[in-house]
């Protein structure tokens, strides 16, 4: 089975950076997924990691430490449209299905 | 990138009604599909595993007889909601993975069920 543990809420200031982590629990581990969903819509890919270490992309980036069963996602240069849940992801070996945690709601305030 | 078409995105029906929900893969195959239901401020749960050819897998707690799966080729899933409840009013949203590839799941777009 699996165990995912993010934060529920956050706020961060307009033109900020906000870090939210991730620690999970999983048998057959094959990589984290971060997911960005707004209000009343399907989720939208932002990052895989399978490799530890930082993973870089436009403003968002993606940390992993398969040893330490952590991730975090990193936000940079906050912006309202920013507002959203952020689901961590990770993925079992084979076909198996992305099993999403609760979400951290991120809401950017001016 | 990967396209998952969901259809209808909204439906609003009676007590006692079937509705079904179709998703697509439109640009790829896909063995599995994934169905998922998300309640208002809730994480997406995990619903059931469509395998094409096959039977469905349910999670625990998800009566197949109510959720009806049908994967009748590679890129198409269908979820019927039967003898729907106000209680099923909720989000479903379908994902799928390309087959044999270790990606990233596409979504749809989701579909807003309203029983009234």
């Known amino acids: 089975g699996q165990n995912i543990d993010q934060p529920t809420e956050m706020t961060a200031t307009e033109g900020a950076i906000v870090q939210i982590n991730c620690t999970y629990q999983?048998?057959?581990?094959?990589?984290l997924f971060w997911y960005q969903q707004h209000a009343g819509e399907a989720p939208t890919f932002l990052s895989y990691n399978v490799l530890d270490g930082l993973e870089e992309k436009g403003r968002f980036s993606s940390f992993l430490s398969r040893s330490k069963g952590y991730s975090y996602l990193l936000l940079k240069e906050l912006q309202m449209k920013d507002s959203a849940s952020y689901l961590c992801a990770p993925k079992g070996s084979g076909n198996t299905p992305l099993v999403f945690g609760k979400g951290t709601r991120l809401s950017v305030i001016a | 990138g990967a396209v998952v078409s969901q259809h209808p995105s909204w439906v609003i029906c009676k007590s006692g009604t079937s509705v079904k929900i179709e998703c697509r893969s439109l640009?790829?195959?896909?063995?599995?599909m994934f169905w998922y239901r998300q309640f208002p401020k809730q994480s997406l749960m995990l619903m059931a595993t469509?395998?094409?050819?096959?039977?469905?897998?349910?999670e625990q707690g998800v009566e197949k007889d109510k959720f009806l799966i049908n994967h009748a080729s590679l890129t198409l899933s269908t979820l019927t909601v039967t003898s729907a409840h106000p209680e099923d009013s909720s989000f479903y949203i379908c994902?799928?993975?390309?087959?044999?590839?270790?990606?990233?799941?596409?979504f749809g777009q989701g579909t807003r069920l309203t029983v009234v």
């Open positions: 469509s395998n094409e050819g096959s039977k469905a897998t349910y």
């Open positions: 999983t048998s057959g581990f094959n990589g």
């Open positions: 640009d790829f195959q896909a063995t599995t």
């Open positions: 994902s799928a993975r390309a087959t044999g590839l270790n990606t990233e799941a596409f």
